[in-house]
């Protein structure tokens, strides 16, 4: 596939349609979030990529195919410790070496209507046609959704996420436009591309995918939140059968067996690839 090339503005540039797009100003972030350009350089960005995190790994795949706008939504300034601010000094001068321009967006880019990271696995799975409400309150924004008005399987939920993450799998630093993973989604008949080839698989057999299945074999109202989420007295008070999330820490998985909670791991990265993919398409496309 050939990449087309282009000049298309200087970081600073990009960056403020990023936040124009996700409305940035608008959210209240976690700390070590910030929001925004977290390394530039003064030259016409020819190309732009995305990485789920702003890794060592990550940034120097981005200079070995000469991305030199790079789009993450875990940027650098998480942790505060001085092994963390070690590894980040190295990550920067990393990305100044390889001329790689770093834009982070957190919540805003979970949170969004069109491209963010929850509606991208909810239409993933397949979800987009059930009723749909915010749900997920974090930092006092919902960034997730929860959707009922259908029935679906347990097994076949966690086939759609298991297949999801071997997508993804060993992805790390995947840019778009060079051969980004595929994601799975519905024709127009509501079968499920690939399914057919892991339908006869037991879900035991997807160890990609952690279950805790304590709920309804049947699920009703489910839950989406990309990344790590553990908060069930938000999934009680909403009366979810089922949440689907990254990761969740150990006594979150004992609270959702005593509760009768399905809880779904499908792994904090590769719940996370939507959002920036998608950004970074939105941004080569308006140039």
């Known amino acids: ?87 980040r000094a190295r990550r920067i001068q990393e990305a ?18 069109e491209l963010g990271n929850s ?10 046609k059930w009723k749909r409400k915010g749900f997920g309150r974090a930092m006092g924004r919902e960034i997730g959704y929860k959707v009922e008005g259908g029935r679906l399987r347990l097994r076949d939920l966690v086939k759609r996420l298991a297949l999801l993450r071997s997508d993804h799998a060993g992805r790390v630093g995947s840019f778009a436009g060079l051969g980004s993973a595929t994601l799975l989604r519905s024709d127009h008949a509501g079968r499920f591309e690939g399914l057919k080839n892991i339908k006869d698989l037991k879900v035991r057999g997807y160890e990609s995918v952690k279950v805790v299945g304590s709920g309804p074999k049947i699920c009703r109202r489910i839950g989406i939140v990309t990344g790590g989420f553990g908060d069930l007295d938000q999934v009680v008070k909403a009366r979810l059968d089922t949440l689907i999330t990254g990761e969740a820490d150990y006594p979150t998985e004992v609270k959702a067996r005593e509760l009768g909670i399905n809880l779904i791991l499908g792994g904090h990265r590769e719940t996370e690839v939507f959002g920036v993919s998608e950004l970074a398409a939105r941004i080569r496309a308006q140039m």
Not at 40 to 50: C, E, L, N
Not at 76 to 81: E, H, V
Not at 119 to 128: N, Q, W
Request: aromatic share 6%.
């Open 1 to 87: 596939m050939k990449q087309r090339q282009w000049t298309g503005g200087k970081p600073s540039s990009l960056a403020r349609q990023c936040d124009q797009i996700l409305k940035t100003r608008k959210f209240r972030d976690y700390p070590g979030a910030k929001n925004g350009l977290q390394v530039t350089h003064g030259r016409q960005v020819k190309k732009i990529g995305w990485a789920v995190d702003a890794d060592i790994e990550s940034i120097r795949k981005a200079g070995k195919e000469k991305v030199d706008f790079l789009i993450v939504h875990h940027g650098l300034f998480w942790g505060a410790s001085e092994l963390d601010r070690r590894m």
């Open 96 to 113: 100044k070496r390889l001329g790689v321009a770093i834009y982070s967006c957190h919540l805003p880019l979970d949170a969004h209507p």
């Open 119 to 128: 509606i991208g696995l909810l239409r993933a799975l397949g979800l987009e």
